[in-house]
Structure formats: structure tokens, C-alpha cells
């Protein structure tokens, strides 16, 4: 006879991805354990055994999409480049993207989490350099607030119809607001 329930060889990793989809349609909100065991059809224990609880799952959806992110902006060589990277992740992984920057939600102090935020900072910090006399943090924080801001404007459909979007196409807008900004 058949086996009628989901087995999958890598349950972590398919409750992190339902998740995620879960968050991108629906809000950080609607996530549960429960119902993500119910939507890959094991027990409602399997997603607990990975996670703990709820905090735990968000937790390390953070560390991935940081992972992911520094993966992303390592792959640039530049800021401006490095800037429609951030903006290129945060719409290709929304569900990341909504977690990853809502510290109540999350253990902060986890390792991973720790780690990979550290290495995405990092690689951003390391495309963002202002000129000798620049206040380089201050140049820093400019650079993601600009970047994080029109990455969440642009999802939150802020930006649709409006005369400031020059374009349709996210990264084409990106770059020419990129083309008018000086870092450093």
C-alpha cells in the first residue's frame, strides 16, 4: 500500500520554504507550527522538533534570508550594484525579507541568525565606501536606509501608479534613483 502522508528528506528545509511562502501571501501573522505540519503533512510535532516554537522557525528564516542576501551582494563589486542586489533579494524573497528585520520576533542572540546577519552587513559595508573625508557609517546607514526604504516601498505597492516610478520594472527605477545619489 501507498504511503498516503508527505515525507520529505529534508523537513527543515520544506517547513523554512512553506513558510516563507506562507509570509509572502499571507503576512508573518498567519504563520503556526501547526498549520505548517498540517500544510506538509506530518505531525504536528515535526516542525517543533526542527524549531522549538514559533520564534525559533522565524529565527532561522532570518538566518537564511541573511545568508541568502550576503550571498547576493558578495556576488557585486560596487554599491550601486550592491543597492539593486538588496533590492533584487528583498522582492525575490519576500517572505525572508518581511522576517528578517523584526527583531521582536526573533532570538536574537541565536548564533546563526548572529553570524549570517554579520556576514550581510558586512558585505554591504564593504560596497558602500564613502570618500577620505566621509563619515563612513554615516555614509553606510544613508546607503542601506535608501536601498531598504525603495525595496519596501516597492513591495508595499507604494510605488504603483505613482509619478516618482519611473519605470515598471523595479531595478530599472533602482538604478536610475542609484544614478542620482553620490555615496560618500
Do not use: C, N
Not at 4 to 25: E, K, M, N, P, W
Not at 98 to 114: H, I, K, Q
Amino acid at each position: 500500500m501507498a504511503k498516503t502522508g508527505y515525507h520529505h528528506g529534508d523537513l527543515r528545509s520544506a517547513i523554512l520554504s512553506a513558510a516563507a511562502d506562507q509570509i509572502a501571501a499571507e503576512g508573518i501573522d498567519a504563520i503556526s507550527l501547526r498549520a505548517l505540519a498540517r500544510r506538509a503533512g506530518v505531525s504536528h510535532a515535526a516542525p517543533a522538533h526542527h524549531f522549538g516554537d514559533r520564534a525559533g522557525l522565524l529565527t532561522a528564516l532570518a538566518a537564511e534570508g541573511f545568508e541568502l542576501l550576503a550571498a547576493e551582494i558578495e556576488a557585486t563589486s560596487d554599491a550601486r550594484t550592491a543597492a539593486v542586489a538588496y533590492i533584487r533579494f528583498a522582492l525575490r524573497y519576500p517572505g525572508h525579507f518581511d522576517v528578517m528585520f523584526r527583531r521582536r520576533l526573533l532570538r536574537t542572540d541565536d548564533t546563526e541568525l548572529v553570524a549570517a546577519r554579520a556576514r550581510s552587513g558586512a558585505a554591504l559595508r564593504a560596497r558602500v565606501v564613502g570618500g577620505q573625508d566621509a563619515d563612513q557609517q554615516a555614509v553606510q546607514l544613508a546607503a542601506w536606509s535608501l536601498v531598504h526604504g525603495f525595496a519596501s516601498l516597492w513591495r508595499e505597492g507604494a510605488l504603483e501608479d505613482s509619478p516618482l516610478a519611473s519605470s515598471t520594472d523595479p531595478e530599472t527605477a533602482a538604478r536610475r534613483m542609484l544614478d542620482t545619489v553620490r555615496f560618500g
